[in-house]
């Protein structure tokens, strides 16, 4: 008989946090660190999309069902970030417009999906942020074949824990430790503070190799080369 595997749901995550990871870029995270990164082909619906956090809620669907996720749409709150793995499947959308409406009116901060969406249009009049591979429209039925409820998942290569933190933009989607997201912020915001100065710089007309050094490595490399 299938079975649903449920656990309690995590610790949320303070406002500050959060605020804070929003002030930044998953692009800057990407400086920093080589884990935690999804799969590129894990897009936002909308290409444009500005950066939100959360802490992870998750969920693992069987292909054609849909049904805990119905159920967790009651539990969620503010803050959440609700991370699907969808065992492999690529062809069932579990995520539409009346699931979108549910979700945005839980305040959650997104959803991220290995799969599919479908009702593109209706998800984007909602406001609600996705992040997941493409569209389809072939959907889920409420099947009852269990699945599992902040349980360890596994969402575009990248292993997720209940509790863990997700942030995701327009350039895709990273998982961070809760211990470390604190830090994490704090140097991404920093070094997006540098980046400002360097734009700056660049429309003062110095050059990047300049600003970055790169020009004086590559000449001391080539003097090293060419000899006295």
């Not at 649903?4 to 660190?33: C, D, K, N, Y």
């Not at 099947?143 to 350039?171: E, K």
């Not at 710089?201 to 060419?226: H, P, W």
Request: one cysteine or more.
């Amino acid at each position: 008989m299938p079975e649903f595997r449920i656990e309690p749901m995590p610790a949320p995550a303070s406002p500050a946090l959060l605020g804070a990871l929003e002030r930044i870029e998953t692009a800057s995270v990407g400086h920093l660190r080589y884990t935690g990164f999804l799969d590129g082909d894990i897009r936002p619906v909308d290409p444009g999309q500005r950066a939100r956090a959360g802490v992870a809620v998750t969920l693992a669907l069987p292909a054609l069902c849909s049904t805990l996720l119905h159920h967790a749409l009651s539990h969620l709150r503010p803050g959440d970030m609700l991370v699907i793995d969808r065992l492999g499947d690529t062809r069932h959308a579990c995520l539409g417009g009346v699931v979108a409406r549910a979700a945005r009116l839980a305040g959650i901060a997104g959803v991220v999906i290995d799969g599919p969406c479908t009702d593109v249009a209706e998800i984007r009049a909602e406001g609600l942020p996705v992040w997941c591979r493409g569209v389809s429209a072939v959907t889920t039925r409420q099947l009852d074949l269990g699945g599992t409820f902040n349980r360890p998942v596994a969402c575009g290569g990248v292993p997720v824990l209940p509790g863990d933190i997700v942030l995701g933009d327009a350039s895709g989607v990273v998982v961070l430790p809760a211990d470390e997201a604190d830090g994490i912020a704090a140097a991404c915001i920093a070094r997006e503070a540098r980046v400002a100065r360097t734009m700056e710089r660049l429309l003062d007309g110095e050059r990047l190799g300049d600003i970055t050094r790169a020009n004086e490595k590559v000449k001391a490399r080539l003097d090293e080369r060419n000899g006295p």
